[in-house]
């Protein structure tokens, strides 16, 4: 039956080629642009840790009040040193880590080799089991480095191999700024995207998204008075100077996690978050009801609108370029269609039931989508490979193809033409065969 | 006449007529918001700077190490006198940022009062010394530029609130409109400051900023902090890839123990590097436009075509009756014509709504009406450019036809 339908559509579709390369053009035309944007789309909205990411916690505090004019009455995306320090001492999660962005100058043992800029994540050891940090070579520092706030240094496998070659470097130094460095572990191959856990620099969109190059214990950079590379916001009125002003300041400036596997532990975190706010209430440091957050980060990137705007306008469009093709396919399939009416009459008078000819037609679209869908993923592979040329390196490297978007693109194709395909079919069904054998 | 033909014959074709309104409306709609979106992206991306881009060159410059205040200020000022010195080089001085430097800049918000409860004007800084205005090349309208012991060292959050500042023209219009701003007292964070000069126009440096873009205050300070800074030189003409390589070699022959980042760099690279994103959507966007533009002047070509062959005979018979081959092109011109109006009228409405869409939710203007006949005008060509093979190939049908049987 099918094998028959086949031969007549592909004998239908050679008839009348220029109709059907138009039709498979529209289709590829409409669903490779759909597929392009969503590429894009998808790329920007991806889970950056899969199975680990809906478990870690990004707790919020306003330690500025309603007085604050820039962020209409949410807390501020990082810490105070005060909060931060007091959170970590809490330790009311089974993991947490301060962190904040650090960069320097890197001053190789090698005299004649240049110095150069490295960045890093002053970080608590917690971090490296939050964050899913593989270790190539060493482990994460101790618990005790983390109290000490001892010179300990983890570093990335892109460094190893530009210091020591990719050998094992635990147990090596490297001279940072001023100040010598132990070489505890190698990190593997890690970096999340997009860089969520940065939240003072997340909306910094110049950054290429290279992986950090070294992870030092959060302590050991607070002591030795190793500035934040994010930068620090204060409000308006801040007076203080120096490292001893900004640690006892409101200033915002650390960004801080929390590792809560069970929806039990995030309640109990939550209700120590706001304890802790309504107890700096009482204290007479917030003059304002605790104002607390506590979102996951797929709440934090949707809340940072962590996609660009223009990316889900653009996605828009490619889905309205989409619509207009499909209208355009059911007016030429209506053409093509309907163009057959004696052709339709003939089979009906010769005993083809309605069912058969709208099973006839639908089969005959589903093969035209399946070319289309075929030209598609050929556009759809040229374009996301052409992204790579409109936009810099940090949105092009997330966008690929892969089988789920090829998959994607061919059933989209064939799903949309057969709907497509839905009224010309009906109306061809509805051809009165008595009509079509007289008129001619 | 021929419209009420036209009129009569569509009501035999009445699903396939909807279908190509259908198509107009939606493409005018599609059309006329996404070319909208383009133009501001594309004003984004050309607002002027107002500097001598061409001439400027821009040095990262971080040292190592931790370095007191005192002595990274004598650095500096090693430094740019040594720049300064430099045979290609017109002038240079020292910033934390430059001109659409990137995504963040120090916003100052200022008022006519101390302890105002909303500012008149945000604004955005720069830290600047005697030689900013010649490096950039930036004109002095009013007052005078600073003089050298009014510069101080400090971070950019240290020099908010000096004694004298430079701003722009369209800030001291804000600031004071239709009257003379210098020697006037302005308040940056409640500090008094007094404006000393007004400079024609210069961009602030953050990109994303839109409702001040050209708001901007220079504060006499040099950028002395622990994040390094920029220094901005400006070469004489055609001696741009010279001072290029000088600069760097001369900088580290005064002191290795630094790090450029990249080395030297155009500004116009720079420039270019920072809307990257922006001009990327853009052009997807013009794509997709064409695309849908080609997708409907192929979808009536088509469909035109199809009716043209379904017709031969009347279109026959017609001829045979004494209809000028002309009057059939124009039939079909006109036909084309009478639907894409109707697409256009649909479409206009649509056009409307989507852009309330747009704008409930994402962060778009409202659409100007006058996108609405110039994309009316576009899709009327390209619905004509797309009949004219169908009708011409109808015009050519001989009347003849008529008194064959199909």
Not at chain 1, 419 to 431: D, E, H, M
Not at chain 2, 171 to 181: C, D, I, K, V
Not at chain 2, 343 to 350: Q, T
Not at chain 2, 353 to 358: A, G, Q, T
Request: aromatic share 8%; with cysteine; hydrophobic share 50%.
């Amino acid at each position: 039956m099918f094998g028959y339908y086949f031969e007549l559509a592909v004998r239908s579709l050679r008839r009348n080629p220029v109709l059907t390369i138009l039709i498979v053009a529209l289709i590829g035309a409409g669903v490779a642009s759909s597929m392009v944007t969503f590429a894009a789309l998808r790329a920007m909205s991806a889970d950056p840790m899969p199975g680990k990411s809906a478990q870690l916690y990004e707790p919020q505090i306003d330690n500025w009040g309603p007085a604050n004019p820039d962020v209409h009455g949410e807390p501020p995306l990082t810490l105070s040193y005060i909060d931060a320090e007091a959170l970590l001492h809490a330790h009311a999660a089974p993991r947490q880590t301060a962190l904040y962005q650090v960069a320097f100058s890197l001053v190789p043992a090698d005299a004649t080799r240049a110095p150069f800029a490295v960045k890093g994540y002053a970080v608590t050891t917690d971090f490296f089991a939050m964050f899913n940090v593989p270790m190539a070579y060493g482990a994460g520092w101790s618990a005790l480095d983390d109290d000490k706030g001892t010179d300990a240094l983890v570093i990335s496998r892109r460094l190893n191999d530009r210091l020591f070659g990719g050998t094992d470097s635990v147990g090596r130094e490297i001279r940072l700024d001023n100040h010598d460095y132990r070489v505890v572990g190698v990190a593997g191959d890690w970096n999340p995207q997009p860089r969520f856990y940065a939240t003072g620099s997340i909306h910094v969109t110049t950054d290429h998204g290279d992986a950090p190059d070294v992870f030092l214990p959060f302590t050991h950079a607070v002591e030795q008075q190793i500035a934040t590379a994010w930068g620090n916001y204060c409000r308006p009125d801040y007076k203080g100077m120096g490292w001893d002003a900004l640690l006892h300041s409101e200033c915002v400036w650390v960004a801080f996690w929390v590792d809560l596997p069970t929806p039990a532990d995030a309640w109990h975190y939550a209700s120590f978050l706001h304890n802790y706010a309504a107890a700096q209430q009482r204290m007479g440091r917030f003059s304002w009801p605790p104002n607390v957050r506590l979102r996951n980060v797929p709440q934090l990137l949707a809340y940072v609108h962590a996609v660009p705007e223009q990316v889900r306008v653009s996605f828009l469009l490619a889905l309205g370029l989409q619509l207009v093709c499909l209208v355009n396919i059911i007016g030429l399939l209506l053409a093509k269609f309907m163009r057959r009416s004696v052709e339709i009459g003939v089979r009906r008078a010769l005993g083809a039931s309605r069912g058969a000819i709208g099973l006839q037609f639908l089969t005959e679209a589903a093969m035209v989508g399946a070319v289309g869908g075929l030209l598609g993923l050929l556009l759809t592979g040229i374009g996301v490979y052409g992204m790579g040329a409109l936009f810099t390196p940090k949105i092009a490297r997330l966008v690929h193809v892969d089988a789920d978007l090829l998959g994607l693109t061919l059933l989209v194709s064939i799903v949309a033409t057969v709907l497509a395909a839905l009224y010309p079919t009906w109306r061809a069904a509805q051809v009165q065969p008595a009509w079509q054998l007289k008129s001619n | 006449m021929q419209i009420r033909l036209i009129l009569a014959a569509l009501r035999h074709h009445r699903a396939a007529t909807v279908l190509i309104v259908l198509q107009i409306a939606l493409t005018l709609a599609i059309v006329c918001n996404a070319l909208f979106i383009i133009q501001l992206r594309l004003a984004h991306i050309a607002r002027p700077t107002g500097i001598d881009e061409a001439h400027i060159v821009v040095i990262q410059n971080q040292w190592i190490g931790k370095h007191e205040t005192a002595q990274l200020s004598a650095r500096l000022a090693t430094d740019l006198a040594a720049l300064r010195q430099l045979p290609g080089v017109a002038d240079a001085y020292a910033d934390y940022t430059y001109p659409a430097g990137g995504p963040w800049a120090a916003v100052l918000r200022i008022g006519l009062k101390p302890n105002q409860r909303a500012p008149t004007s945000l604004a955005e800084g720069y830290q600047a010394d005697d030689h900013t205005l010649s490096t950039l090349g930036l004109q002095l309208v009013a007052g005078r530029n600073f003089r050298p012991d009014e510069i101080v060292a400090g971070s950019v959050d240290d020099a908010l609130a000096p004694p004298v500042i430079i701003v722009t023209r369209d800030l001291a219009e804000r600031m004071f409109p239709h009257q003379s701003a210098v020697g006037k007292r302005v308040y940056i964070s409640d500090k008094p400051s007094t404006i000393i000069g007004v400079v024609r126009h210069l961009e602030v440096p953050a990109v994303g900023t839109h409702s001040f873009a050209y708001c901007s205050v220079l504060l006499p300070s040099w950028p002395v902090w622990p994040y390094g800074s920029f220094y901005v030189l400006r070469a004489k003409p055609g001696q741009l890839d010279a001072v290029m390589r000088a600069a760097p070699k001369a900088l580290l022959a005064i002191n290795r123990m630094r790090v450029m980042d990249g080395g030297a760099k155009r500004y116009g690279d720079l420039r270019a590097a920072v809307y990257a994103d922006d001009r990327g959507v853009t052009l997807l966007m013009s794509m997709i436009c064409v695309v849908l533009l080609l997708a409907t002047v192929g979808g009536i070509g088509g469909l035109t075509s199809f009716w043209v062959g379904q017709r031969r005979r009347q279109i026959g018979i017609r001829r045979a009756l004494g209809a000028t081959r002309g009057e059939i092109l124009r039939y079909f011109q006109t036909e084309n014509f009478l639907i894409v109006s109707g697409g256009i009228a649909l479409g206009s409405l649509c056009a409307v709504v989507l852009n309330l869409f747009l704008m409930k939710h994402y962060e778009l203007p409202r659409l100007p009406l006058s996108y609405l006949p110039i994309g009316a005008l576009v899709l009327w060509a390209l619905g004509q450019l797309a009949v004219l093979g169908p009708a011409l190939r109808a015009a050519a049908v001989p009347p003849v036809v008529a008194t064959r049987s199909v």
